[in-house]
Every structure is written in structure tokens, then in C-alpha cells.
């Protein structure tokens, strides 16, 4: 109980906002229905809202209107309702009502000057007659024709004489006025045909009985004779009653054959229709163009329909008349009239007209709007409605449906053809009968040759081509079985055939559709374009778009074993090289490492640079003293490094030199798509070429794929990358830089039977159509042919048939590009980072321990020495460079005999330190005590001091060589230390030669 009152309080708010709306709008339609179309009333404003939301055509502006309902045989209630409209202000008036009424208000608009939409609206879907409006080219008419004229006279003409009837009864209803076919019976009847007429009683079951008490059975046996050839006139649901009563008596048989023809037949009663009936039945009806993309069906440009009336899976869609279609394209006509207007500024605002006084005066801007609608035209839910100059809509499709002979019920059924005024019948609808026996039916065969499907195989002068292929032993497989012949010819400009500006077909489904073949046979995919104009049967083949690409030439990599690392890589292996070797010098002079005893090795900085080299590629890079933790921390860390980088050089090395791979970077369609280093294109205007077309100029497909393709196939208006036929193709793919998208089937054999095999492909593994033989329209060889098909698929001759062309051990690979060395992933720097951070850490640990262990000696003061440096050290092997010292050949010292010098370091600081120290620098830390190597200042030495000691000679206050002027750093880090630990003499002993000339003996040597 609660709701009603909030039900009144928002109708009562509806009203008041509406009467807002209208006082503002400067928009304002009137409509007159009729009574009984109710659903005419709900579209109409389903129209006007959807409008109203469209901001692009009326932009702030919105539509108001008024509705009135009248009965459709009251002429004068009718014009009485359409001045209490005008009396209201409107802009235009539409109406769906009968012919009764249409007169009458053709009449006031021409009056009133106001713009009148007529749709034509017929008896609960009974077929309609001409109403016979009076049109004249003066500029005061002004009532405009939204359905088309009725062509149901010429559509019933056509389509018997093509069936060749000659003798046929013509039922009609109650409410069809039979004044509607009576062109046709006059030309009929000029032709020589016996046509019958009768009328069908509401009480179908009572009419059918009247029948058998009336009759005798003679003459019920004529009338079963004249049934087997009948037009049905009438409504869906009278055709439907009628023709189940007539089966359920018996008085037809399989063999008839009816013809149903009316404008209102919808998907549902047809199906309803086809299973009740038996025999054969043709149904032809109006069609209007639907949308093959599904998301486009709401869409006309910029105005999206309510999925309401354009989801064919909607109950109210389903259940749409065809006035309902019209009225909603009235209303989008209107309002994009309205819109040009606002655009023109050339706006007439409505006035109050009274239809009732004498000298009331017509609207002044009556002919500008209309004229502006005539001009117009919109693309809506019946298709493209415009207007002639005679104010009436041309634009009016027939579909022409139909079954086989059969004794079943619920036959499927299928498009025989299509019938407009312009281009006429579009179609084939033989009335023949067909059995599997053929024998003696001669067909006539066009074809394109397209390897491996059609080929010449014999040309001899004066003789018949022979052919061969795939496509030609299918016929010969059906030719057997069904035991025809045929005569095979190319179509004469080479093509596959596709629609031209005029409506008309080129090519081989041109040859089919102007019906000088009857079958159609080669490489020849199965499209709703070309179902449209002829038949398939079912596909003997799958299909699916290939790429054929040029194999790339073998190349030779010299440089093949440098291929695991990159670049950078390399770079920074051997700038760590360099880097470990100086911090390896680096730490052993800072700490230099004690020798043992008649050690022969050095820490210099080629010596350590060869050692961490060496140690790199894993091979002897000599002796160096690591005798300090941070030096032997840093091997540590660099061994480690070294071990990791060439295992992974070798694992990677091993993989470079043993795998190989396509190196083209196209393996797919999308991958074409993307680059645009290799240029591709297709055959122009084939069915591959519309294909990519329609998917890439499609706003609404969701892979790019397409519409990328679509810019390099499309480019100067496709003349740059497309050729005319698939050879050319061919032929631009072996001898350049071009990428060739056809059939997959022609490519792979293509490739397969290349002599050079200098060709592979790729493409789409799944296949969306199919190859068919095309027959004419409603030809009677296609299910038979169909049937056969299914049949030699199903015991395996189908794919044997394959493998004769397509072999699966080809000579040359399909897939592959050319056997060139892969170049795997080379590794990176970011592939080592991890590598390079334990040498960091290594390197860190390194450089943190050699501080510690100099800020230890320093505070440590000097090292204490060991019992080793004590020790005699024998240098013979250090003999040439102490030759090379002595720079004067004939002094007596160039050459040290064996015997030994002792020698103590009070004088030291007499000799010339940086130069003798400089003269020793390749012999660092060796431990050697003194300047053993600058013999001529040692010996002068060694006298003087042996001197001073015989003489008794006192030294005074010599200071402490450890902390007075002699405190010299040794190489070794310390000081200068001598075994004699006291002051002493130091005697000089010669060593005799004993007549042997040594000077020049490189193995004599030297010892303190």
C-alpha cells in the first residue's frame, strides 16, 4: 500500500519536469500511431532518449514530442489529431499508419507546410499494397516515403520465372488487399502462365474441410496437383496454421515445392515455418544490413542504439516489426536535420498554427526544414535511409531463403540468393533434383592457377591444357565417385575475384555469379562476402595466412670464442688484471716478504703483473714471495675470481660453439608486425588483402597485429608493397629484401620444393576458414559435392591426397632458417656483478690489513734479525750484473774472486747511497747486508779501514751505526746490518788465480 503513494508523487514530479523541458526545448516533434501499433508508441521514445543522451548531435539541445493515437481507417481522426499537434508547435510530424489515412494527412502537411515522415504500416503483418499516394514535382509536397515502395510484384516475377513455373496457385489472407500483385498477374499473364488464386478463411481447419465434403476425389486430385506449386501471401501466423493443416490431410507430398513471400518474416518463423513443412520451401522476406564485427552492431558513426533493439539475442529485438525499425531511423533522421540547422544558424522557431480558420497561414520555415531532411540521410537499423528526388526511400534488400526436397521435417535451411531494384536477382535458384548418379552431366570449370592446387601440366599446341594439382585431384575424386566430366578454364584476368564499385564480381566468382561456369575450383577460401553471391561446399582443406621470408646467407665468425663475453666484459676482466697486479706489488713493497736463504725470486712490478696473469688462465706464472697475510688475502680473493670467471667462460664458450639457431628474429606474425626493417605485402585486393583490411581498420579488435600490418601492407594506397599475383610474390621474396603474406598451404609448398631451398616459413598455426569449390547460387551439385567431401575425409583419400603435394620428409625445411652458429646470450657485466664483489671484499681486506701491519712495524721501531741474515748468501747468479757494474775494463776490481770480504758499515755513509741504490733496484728485498754490487767503493773501503786498524789508528766518537748517520734504510726495510758485531780489522785477501783468466767467466760469483 505504500507504494502507490510514492509512484504518485514521482509521476506527478515526471510531469512537472517534462512540461520544464518542453516550455524550454526549442525542439518539438509530433507522432500519430496507429491503435493497434502499440510497440511503435515504446520505440519511438526508446529513439528520442537515446538522442537526448547523445551530446555530439543535439549538443544542449533536447527532443520533445507529442504522441497521439488514431484509428487507422478514420481519415478524418486522423487529420483532427494532427492540427491539435500543430496547434502545439512541431517541427515535424511522423506517422505509422494505413493507407486509409495517409491520403488525408499527405494533404494537410502540403497545407500547413509542415514536414510529414509516412511510414506505411500494414494488418498485423500481412503483406503490404501500394497506397498509392499522389506525388507531384511541385514544391508543395510535402510528405516524405520512409519505406520503400512495395516490390513484391517484381521480387514474385523474377523468382517464378527462374524457377520455370508455369502452373502454381496463389494463397492470400483475409486482410491482404489482392489488389497489391495484380502487376504481376497482368505480366503473368502476358507470359503464358496459369496462375490460381485463393483466399484463406480465418478458420483454416474449417476451409480445409469444406474442401474434402465439396470435392470429389477426382477433383481433389487436381487440387493436389495444383499444390505441388504454391505462393503463400500472408502473414507468418497464417502461414503457419495453413501450412500444417494442408500436411496433416495429406494434400501435399515431398515433392512440392512452396514459395512464401512477405516482408515481416522473422529468424524465428522461419524456423517454425521450414519444420512444419515438407518438400521443398523458399521463403523471401526483406533483410537489412547487419554489422560482421559484433561490437558494432549498436554503433551508426557517432550514435550508439540501445542494445535493446540492435542484440539480435534480445527478446524485443526479436520480436521487432520491420515499421519499428523505421520508426527508430525517422527519429535519427530528424535529429541529425535538427543538428545541421543549429550548425547553419538557420533556425526557424516553431509556430502555433490553427488548421481551422480559413486564412491561417503555413510555417515559413516549412520549406527549409525539409529540405534539409531530404538532403540528409543516416545509416540506422534498416540500413542507409536517404530519399530521390521524389521524397521516397530506394533503399530495399530481399533475402531469398530456401530448402532441398525432403521427406523430413525440420530441413535446415540456407541463402539461395538476394533480389534489390538496382542490380536485380543475385543468385541461383534451379529447380532441379539431384541424386548421386551424375553420369553424362558435362560441367564447365574455372579456375586460377595457384600452386599446388591448379598447375598446367600439358601444354600442347592445338590440344587441351591439362591440369594438375591438389585442387584438380579433388575433382577427379568427386568426378569418379559422381561419374560427370568437366571442362576446366582459367577465369580471364587471373583473380580469385572481389566486389566492384559498381556491385558487380571479377574473377573467378564473377564467372560464377554472371553464370557462365558452373564450378568454381582452386586455391579459393571461404568468405561471407563471397557466400553472398555464390555457394561453397564444405571446406576440403584448412586455411591459414603464411609468411614466406628469404633464408639469411651462412656467415663466418672469426672472432667466435670471444662471443661468450660482451664487450664490457672483457674490458673490465682485464682491467682487474691490471688493478690486482699493481696492489700486489703495491702490498709487497710496503711489507716486503724475507727470502729464504739463496732465494732467486723478486717482487717487482713485471713479475707481479706476469704472476697474477698467470694465475688467471690458470697457467705458471713464475715464483712470488707471499709471505704477508694482507698479499696472501688478495690471492685469495683473485684465485677465487679467476675460478669462477673461466668456468663460466668455458660453460658458455661450450655452448656458443655447439648449438645453433634461427638467427631471422621473425617466427610469428607478430613479430612481422613489429619490425620494419623488412618490408611485406600481399596480393592486392585478395582475400588475404581484404582479411588484414576489415581486422585492421577495425577500432574495436583488440590485437594491434592487424591494424600494424595494415600501415605497411597499405602504404601509397597499397601499390608500394602488394603485387598483382602470388608469383610476383614469390619471386620479390627470393631476389630482395620483401616478406610475402599469402596462403600458408601455397607457401609451405613453395619453400618445400625450392631447388636452392633458400625459403621458410612462419604464420598462424590455427585455421579460421577453410578452401571450398564454389557453385553458383542455389546450385543442386552443392550438398551432394559436400556430402562426397565428408566422405573422403572420413576414410583418409583426403589426407593421402595431401601428402602427395605436401610430404612430410620434404628436401628442405620448412621452419628453419639457415644452420648458422647460434649466438647465445653473451654475458654481461650485471651477470659477473656478484663475482666482482668478492674481489672489492678481497681487495678491501687486503688494503686494511697492510695499514695494520705498517702501523705495527713503525711502532715496533725496526725488525729484529733473524739467524738467516747471518748467513752466507751465495751470489754467483747475480755474477753478470755485477760485471756489468764495473764500468772500466781494466780495473782490478771488475772481477770478484771467491774468497770473502768482511766488511762493517762505519763508513757508510761515505758512499754515494742514491746512485748505488739505484744501481741495485732490480735486487729489493734479497737481503744482501750492503752495497755488494758498486765493488770499486767497497774495496777502497775495506782498505781504509784496514789501514787505520793496523796503524793503531783510533776512530774517536764513532756513533752507533743504528742510530747515527748511518742509520740507511735497507731494501729490505731496515737497516743496513753486518755480521761483525764488534770494531774490528777488515783484512783483504786477494785470491789467487792460478794462471786462469776468470774475468770473463759469467759462473763466477761473489760471497760476503
Not at 590455427?766 to 556430402?787: C, E, M, N, T
Request: proline share 4%.
Amino acid at each position: 500500500m505504500e507504494v502507490f503513494p510514492l509512484l504518485l508523487v514521482m509521476s506527478i514530479c515526471w510531469s512537472r519536469t517534462w512540461d520544464s523541458v518542453i516550455a524550454d526545448s526549442i525542439i518539438h516533434i509530433g507522432a500519430i500511431f496507429d491503435e493497434s501499433a502499440k510497440k511503435d508508441d515504446e520505440v519511438f521514445r526508446m529513439a528520442v532518449a537515446d538522442l537526448n543522451q547523445n551530446e555530439e548531435i543535439l549538443q544542449t539541445e533536447k527532443i520533445t514530442f507529442s504522441v497521439t493515437f488514431v484509428d487507422g481507417n478514420n481519415p478524418f481522426q486522423a487529420v483532427q489529431e494532427a492540427c491539435d499537434l500543430m496547434n502545439q508547435g512541431i517541427l515535424a510530424l511522423v506517422s505509422s499508419i494505413g493507407c486509409t489515412s495517409a491520403g488525408s494527412l499527405q494533404s494537410l502537411a502540403d497545407a500547413m507546410h509542415i514536414p510529414h515522415l509516412f511510414i506505411q504500416r500494414s494488418t498485423a503483418g500481412t503483406p503490404r499494397s501500394g497506397c498509392g499516394l499522389t506525388r507531384s514535382n511541385r514544391n508543395d509536397d510535402y510528405t516524405l516515403s520512409i519505406r520503400p515502395p512495395v516490390y513484391l510484384n517484381d521480387v514474385i516475377l523474377r523468382v517464378v520465372t527462374e524457377y520455370a513455373w508455369q502452373k502454381f496457385i496463389i494463397f492470400y489472407d483475409n486482410d491482404y488487399d489482392i489488389r497489391g500483385i495484380q502487376e504481376f498477374l497482368d505480366k503473368g499473364s502476358q507470359q503464358g502462365m496459369d496462375v490460381a488464386l485463393q483466399k484463406v478463411e480465418n478458420n483454416i481447419n474449417r476451409m480445409i474441410t469444406t474442401l474434402f465434403d465439396t470435392m470429389r476425389i477426382e477433383e481433389l486430385n487436381r487440387y493436389r496437383d495444383t499444390l505441388r506449386r504454391a505462393i503463400l501471401v500472408m502473414n507468418p501466423s497464417t502461414a503457419k496454421s495453413f501450412i500444417t493443416e494442408v500436411v496433416e490431410t495429406n494434400l501435399v507430398a515431398y515433392d512440392c515445392h512452396w514459395i512464401i513471400i512477405n516482408e515481416e518474416i522473422n529468424d524465428a518463423d522461419v524456423q517454425e515455418l521450414v519444420r512444419r513443412s515438407i518438400g521443398r520451401l523458399t521463403i523471401i522476406r526483406q533483410t537489412f544490413p547487419v554489422p560482421q564485427n559484433i561490437s558494432q552492431r549498436c554503433f551508426r558513426g557517432n550514435h550508439r542504439i540501445s542494445s535493446t533493439l540492435c542484440d539480435p539475442k534480445d527478446p524485443f529485438s526479436q520480436n521487432m516489426e520491420i515499421s519499428n525499425l523505421y520508426i527508430y531511423d525517422t527519429v535519427l533522421l530528424l535529429a541529425n536535420a535538427f543538428h545541421k540547422k543549429l550548425e547553419d544558424r538557420k533556425w526557424h522557431s516553431m509556430a502555433s498554427l490553427t488548421c481551422i480558420r480559413k486564412n491561417s497561414k503555413p510555417w515559413q520555415g516549412g520549406r527549409s526544414m525539409l529540405d534539409t531532411i531530404k538532403k540528409g540521410g543516416v545509416s540506422g537499423l534498416t540500413g542507409d535511409l536517404e530519399f530521390g528526388e521524389n521524397g521516397i526511400n530506394p533503399n530495399v534488400h530481399f533475402e531469398i531463403l530456401g530448402t532441398n526436397y525432403g521427406e523430413d521435417l525440420g530441413r535446415g535451411v540456407r541463402k539461395l540468393g538476394c533480389w534489390n531494384p538496382v542490380t536485380g536477382l543475385n543468385g541461383s535458384l534451379t529447380d532441379k533434383k539431384l541424386e548421386n548418379n551424375m553420369r553424362g552431366v558435362v560441367l564447365r570449370v574455372v579456375t586460377v592457377l595457384e600452386e599446388p592446387f591448379v598447375m598446367v601440366s600439358e601444354n600442347v599446341l592445338g590440344k587441351p591444357k591439362k591440369y594438375q594439382g591438389f585442387s584438380i585431384d579433388v575433382l577427379d575424386a568427386l568426378s569418379n565417385y559422381l561419374g560427370f566430366n568437366y571442362e576446366i578454364y582459367v577465369a580471364p584476368d587471373h583473380k580469385y575475384g572481389s566486389p566492384q564499385e559498381d556491385g558487380t564480381w571479377n574473377g573467378l566468382v564473377g564467372e560464377l555469379v554472371f553464370k557462365r561456369a558452373d564450378i568454381g575450383i582452386s586455391a579459393l577460401t571461404i568468405t561471407p562476402d563471397r557466400e553472398n553471391v555464390v555457394d561453397f561446399t564444405t571446406r576440403y582443406m584448412d586455411y591459414s595466412v603464411g609468411v614466406l621470408l628469404r633464408r639469411a646467407e651462412k656467415t663466418v665468425d672469426m672472432f667466435a670464442c670471444l662471443a661468450p663475453f660482451d664487450f664490457s666484459l672483457w674490458a673490465c676482466i682485464a682491467g682487474t688484471v691490471l688493478l690486482v697486479g699493481l696492489l700486489v706489488y703495491l702490498l709487497n713493497w710496503l711489507n716486503p716478504p724475507r727470502l729464504q736463504m739463496g732465494s732467486m725470486t723478486s717482487t717487482t712490478l713485471y713479475n707481479s703483473m706476469w704472476f697474477v696473469y698467470g694465475s688467471f688462465v690458470q697457467q705458471a706464472g713464475g715464483e712470488v714471495p707471499y709471505t704477508t697475510l694482507a698479499t696472501r688475502m688478495m690471492m685469495g680473493a683473485w684465485w677465487l675470481f679467476a675460478l669462477i670467471v673461466i668456468s663460466s667462460y668455458t660453460a658458455n664458450l661450450a655452448a656458443f660453439l655447439t648449438i645453433t639457431r634461427i638467427e631471422s628474429s621473425i617466427q610469428s606474425l607478430q613479430d612481422l608486425s613489429r619490425q620494419t626493417d623488412i618490408p611485406y605485402g600481399t596480393v592486392l585486393d585478395s582475400a588475404v588483402y581484404e582479411h588484414v583490411r576489415m581486422k585492421g581498420m577495425n577500432p574495436f579488435e583488440r590485437d594491434s597485429m592487424y591494424s600494424q600490418m595494415w600501415r605497411m601492407i597499405n602504404r601509397s594506397n597499397g601499390s608500394e608493397n602488394n603485387v598483382l599475383e602470388s608469383p610476383a610474390g614469390i619471386q620479390k621474396v627470393k631476389y630482395g629484401n620483401y616478406a610475402f603474406v599469402w596462403d600458408a598451404a601455397v607457401l609451405e609448398y613453395v619453400a618445400i620444393n625450392d631447388p636452392d631451398c633458400s625459403f621458410y616459413t612462419v604464420g598462424n598455426t590455427v585455421a579460421d576458414r577453410g578452401y571450398g569449390i564454389a557453385l553458383q547460387h542455389g546450385s543442386p551439385y552443392r550438398d551432394v559435392f559436400s556430402q562426397r567431401i565428408l566422405e573422403l575425409q572420413q576414410n583418409g583419400d583426403m589426407d593421402i591426397l595431401k601428402h602427395k603435394w605436401w610430404p612430410k620428409n620434404g628436401q628442405c625445411d620448412l621452419y628453419s632458417s639457415v644452420d648458422t652458429k647460434q649466438k647465445g646470450s653473451a654475458l654481461d657485466i650485471k651477470s659477473f656483478a656478484g663475482v666482482f664483489c668478492i674481489l672489492a671484499a678481497g681487495i678491501v681486506l687486503s688494503c686494511f690489513i697492510a695499514m695494520l701491519e705498517t702501523w705495527w712495524n713503525k711502532r715496533k721501531g725496526s725488525r729484529v734479525p733473524s739467524k738467516e741474515d747471518d748467513k752466507e748468501i751465495d751470489l754467483e747468479h747475480l755474477h753478470r750484473r755485477v760485471n756489468s757494474l764495473c764500468t772500466d775494463d781494466d780495473s782490478p776490481h771488475k772481477q770478484f774472486s771467491t774468497s770473502s770480504i768482511d766488511l762493517t758499515p762505519l763508513d757508510i755513509d761515505t758512499l754515494p747511497t742514491r746512485q748505488a741504490l739505484e744501481q741495485i733496484s732490480d735486487f729489493r728485498n734479497t737481503h744482501i747486508t750492503t752495497t755488494t754490487f758498486i765493488p770499486e767503493q767497497i774495496q777502497t773501503l775495506s782498505r781504509t779501514l784496514s789501514a787505520k786498524a793496523a796503524s793503531g789508528f783510533s776512530f774517536g766518537n764513532v756513533p752507533d751505526h743504528r742510530t747515527g748517520p748511518f742509520r740507511h734504510r735497507a731494501p729490505n726495510g731496515g737497516f743496513f746490518r753486518s755480521p761483525i758485531k764488534t770494531m774490528s780489522s777488515i783484512p783483504y785477501q786477494p785470491t789467487p788465480t792460478l794462471g786462469l783468466n776468470l774475468g770473463n767467466d759469467p759462473d763466477r760469483g761473489t760471497s760476503i
